[in-house]
């Protein structure tokens, strides 16, 4: 099976910087696409960004200009560089993956990380 490891949150101070990291370990085909997204009490999880193989990426209006993803295919690994951050960005942030799974299937299956904690103070 698929797990994803994720690193990296923590608290800062608004304006400050952060990055994520998630790699994937198991038996996969291929990942596509891999991001992140974060949920604060009471709100459903959102979409805050994802980058699929061939390197097109989604961005969260919310964070555009401020946040990046990058992905290393070669490590089944995928980050979010978080700059100038918000007191609003304060979420816990979940590592989110499709996995292909191996010949002859292959299917696709999602899987998540265990979430990481954001918290900017202003």
């Known amino acids: 099976q698929v797990q994803l490891a994720e690193s990296g949150g923590g608290s800062v101070q608004a304006g400050g910087s952060l990055r994520l990291s998630c790699a994937a370990s198991g038996s996969m085909f291929g990942i596509n696409p891999m991001g992140w997204y974060r949920q604060v009490p009471g709100k459903q999880r959102e979409l805050v960004a994802e980058m699929y193989s061939g390197g097109r990426t989604n961005y969260a209006d919310s964070v555009k200009g401020r946040f990046a993803i990058s992905r290393d295919n070669t490590k089944n690994t995928v980050y979010l560089q978080m700059n100038s951050l918000k007191p609003e960005d304060t979420a816990v942030y979940y590592c989110?993956?499709?996995?292909?799974?191996?010949?002859?299937?292959?299917?696709?299956?999602?899987?998540w990380g265990q979430g990481s904690q954001v918290i900017v103070s202003s």
């Open positions: 989110r993956a499709v996995v292909i799974s191996n010949p002859p299937k292959l299917s696709e299956s999602e899987y």
